[in-house]
C-alpha cells in the first residue's frame, strides 16, 4: 500500500471539545437482546464518491445487519436517534471521515461509500461491567472499519483483538489516549473487544468511541 499523505487544515481540530462532549448526550441503545443498559449511541448515514475526499449526509435510516454479522441484537432494523447536526458538521467529524475516505480509496480508489458512523459510550459500575462488543468475536458485513478513541476514563480492560478467518489470535492492543485509531479489512478480519471494568468505585466510568463503516455502494 503506498503511503497518505493528507493535507493539513489547521483548524481541522479546533473544536475537539466541543465534540468530545457530544458524548454526553447520547441515548441509551434500547436494542440490546442481552437486557443491558450500558450502552449508548447516536448514530448518522453518509455517502462519498469514490477517491473525492467529500461526504454527504444521507436521510436519516435505521441501521441493520443480519444474524450472521451480529447474532444479538442482528435481523431487526435499529432506529437510533441522528447525530446532531452540529456534530455531524464539526471540523473533527468531517477530517475524521476524510481520514477514512483516503485510507479506504487508496484500496478501492473506483469505489463510492456508503458510510455508517456511530457514536458509542460504554459505562460500567460496581454492578455491572460494559461490553463494547455485546455481541462477541465477530465481523461487521461493510468493507472497512475505522475505529477511533474519543475519550475514556476510570476503566481497565477494553482491549481490542483482531482475529483471523479462523478466529485464531493475531494481534491486541489498547485504544489508550484521544485520537488512537484502528483500521480494518473487514472481509479478511474478526474483532472484538473485551468489557470494561469500572476501577474507582467514586468515579464514573466510561469508553467513548466513534466507529465508521465503509461499504461500497453497489
Known sequence: MSSIILKRDPYGL???????????HLQIDTYMADGGTYRKRKYATLSSPASSGEWVLEPHQPHYQGLYYNNLN???ERHYEPIDDDVVYSNAFNQILKLGCNIFSQQSPEADWHIETHQFRIEANGEISG????????????D????MMINHQNLSGGVT????????PLTRFSLNQAMDTAVLNDHNLFHGVSEI???NPEQNTIRDVLVATYRKKT
Open 14 to 24: 479546533d473544536d475537539w471539545e466541543q465534540f468530545k462532549n457530544s458524548w454526553n
Open 74 to 76: 442482528g435481523g431487526v
Open 131 to 142: 461490553k463494547p462488543t455485546p455481541e462477541g468475536i465477530h465481523r461487521d458485513g461493510v
Open 144 to 147: 472497512f472499519i475505522l475505529m
Open 161 to 168: 483483538t483482531i482475529y483471523d478467518l479462523d478466529k485464531k
Open 197 to 199: 471494568l469500572q476501577d
